[in-house]
């Protein structure tokens, strides 16, 4: 059941319908290994500005015969409380391996890798990568979606050169259309002149 979003906000789908979507949180393909409080469909929805700049983004790759995949968008603030109780229970470190090997689950909040107040929950911030139109496979980014550790941060170098073009495309063309990036993460940009830089929505994802 769709819901009416609050004013300013749209499904991605009514302006940008091809873009792939992937809602981690969704799933239980993600760090926590369940589905998210407050996700309650494989639903994309973001800002009117960031829908838009993303279509231009989506439009551009297209003729590359390339393709926006979106693993997260607007986060409600209950998801955010529900990773913020999931890391108090130190105990639970079933998706570690995959997610975290490298970082003590205790310090994925003060390192940067999850936030408490999440530009997710202003609409405007959008976690992504680029598929292969035909193949639907993702592009070789040298560490995947939410892998919290140094090989995601934007600086690293330890690359081959195929994954170093990869992470310039996705780098460069979310820059031109208006998005900067967060240095920890080559997968999560925040819409510069965001229209809601100091709200942080609580709305289920339906
Ligand atoms: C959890 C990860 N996908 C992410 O979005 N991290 C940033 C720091 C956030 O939580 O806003
Ligand atoms: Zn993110």
Known sequence: QKQILPNGFVYVKTVAPNIDVELR????????????????????????PTAEALKKVQ???????LCLR????????????????WAKDLDDKR???????????????????IASRSGHSRGSTVDLTIIDANT???LDMGSPFD?????????????????KKNRQLLQSIMQKHGFRNYPKE????????????????????Q
């Open 25 to 48: 949180y969704y799933s239980t393909h993600n760090f926590v290994g369940d589905t998210i409080i407050g996700y309650k469909a494989n639903t994309l929805i973001v800002t009117k």
């Open 95 to 113: 998706m570690k391996d995959e997610f975290y090997p490298e970082v003590e689950k205790r310090h994925l909040f003060r390192d940067g890798y």
């Open 147 to 163: 892998f919290f550790g140094e090989a995601s941060w934007i600086a690293h170098q330890d690359l081959t050169e195929l994954q």
């Open 136 to 138: 639907m496979e993702p």
């Open 186 to 205: 080559w997968w999560h940009f925040t819409l510069r002149g965001e229209p809601f830089p100091n709200t942080f929505f609580d709305f289920v994802v």
């Open 70 to 85: 979106v693993y997260d968008a607007y986060r409600p603030q209950r998801a955010v409380n529900h990773f913020i109780t």
């Open 59 to 65: 439009d551009e790759l297209a003729d590359q015969n």
